[in-house]
């Protein structure tokens, strides 16, 4: 096993101190959250840091909070257990709930964070995307004051986000899904320890038979988890029909840009976005509540 470089660590009271210390120290310091994704890319020397600044310690991160009618925020400190064990997420945001039940590993989910999960920016991400099918918001904070972006902004390319070497994500907010709404997350893995070859999330609201609203989200099919925004486009203000749901399918498959890899070919992964994107709004429809 490769050996840490050492590094200098610093603890913050508060988000300020935190960007404060990251705008010293420039691009050589790095957020430290749960660490499961961070230390093991520092052992094998894909991430350099000089300076980890650990958040763990600053006060209000680690809260959930419903804010009734309106939505819902947790902070960058919430834990993944924390968020499973959530009676409001369990409740109102079941998808989110099942992108982290599925995670086979307790110490990940005990360690790491939604927040961490989504700063990594890898396209497999479960987490992300639910996210990206609850219409995200991001609370972003740097010296200068702070910033409120959507999860699909934020996530800029393959292991890229938005973020300047400053800033420090402390929040996400999640809508409250209107009435007429269903949801349903999938994902497609080899075996249950594996990450995704593909995973879909669907959020759809539904007025009288006819898609009011819909967010479809496919991860691991792209550089980024994205929204199939022309599937989107196309069901939005349509019947809700068997023949509307398998176009739509079709079209979420023909909008991913897939790779072939050691866990799926390129073509599989096309294939079977449609075939989860039909599974899922056929489940999501389901699922609508009154
Ligand atoms: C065994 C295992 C199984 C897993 N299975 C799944 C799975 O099935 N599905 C899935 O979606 N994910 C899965 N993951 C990924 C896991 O969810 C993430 O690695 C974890 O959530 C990262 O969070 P963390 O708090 O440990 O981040 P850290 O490792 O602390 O940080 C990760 C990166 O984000 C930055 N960062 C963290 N917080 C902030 C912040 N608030 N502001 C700015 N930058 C920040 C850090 O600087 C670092 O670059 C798995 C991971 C493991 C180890």
Do not use: W
């Amino acid at each position: 096993m490769r050996v840490l470089k050492p590094f200098d660590y610093f603890e913050p009271g508060t988000v300020k101190e935190a960007a404060q210390f990251l705008t010293t120290h420039g691009g050589k310091a790095q957020v430290l959250a749960g660490g499961i994704d961070l230390i093991p890319r520092m052992r094998i020397g894909k991430k350099e840091a000089d300076y980890l600044v650990n958040i763990r310690k600053i006060p209000g991160l680690e809260t959930i909070e419903a804010s009734g009618a309106n939505g819902l925020k947790f902070g960058a400190m919430a834990t993944l257990h924390s968020l499973e064990a959530s009676k409001a997420i369990q409740d109102d945001y079941p998808i989110l709930y099942k992108a982290i039940h599925q995670i086979s590993s307790v110490q990940a989910k005990n360690m790491g964070t939604a927040v961490g999960n989504i700063c990594v920016a890898t396209p497999a991400s479960d987490v992300a995307t639910a996210l990206f099918a609850l219409g995200a918001e991001l609370t972003i904070e740097g010296v200068d004051g702070e910033r409120k972006e959507s999860i699909q902004k934020f996530c800029v390319d393959y292991g890229r986000t938005s973020l300047k070497e400053n800033e420090i994500v402390t929040e996400v907010f999640l809508p409250r899904p209107p009435a007429g709404t269903g949801s349903a997350f999938m994902n497609l893995i080899r075996t249950h320890a594996d990450i995704a070859k593909v995973s879909i999330a669907v959020a759809i609201t539904v007025r009288d038979g006819v898609c009011e609203k819909v967010r479809i989200a496919v991860g691991a099919a792209a550089p980024t988890v994205f929204r199939a925004i022309k599937t989107e486009a196309a069901l939005k203000g349509q019947k809700v029909t068997h023949e509307a749901i398998n176009e739509a399918a079709e079209t979420a498959a023909g909008e991913t840009k897939p790779i072939t890899d050691l866990r799926s070919t390129a073509e599989y992964r096309r294939e079977m976005t449609g075939v989860l994107a039909r599974r899922a709004m056929e489940k999501a429809l389901q699922q609508v509540k009154a």
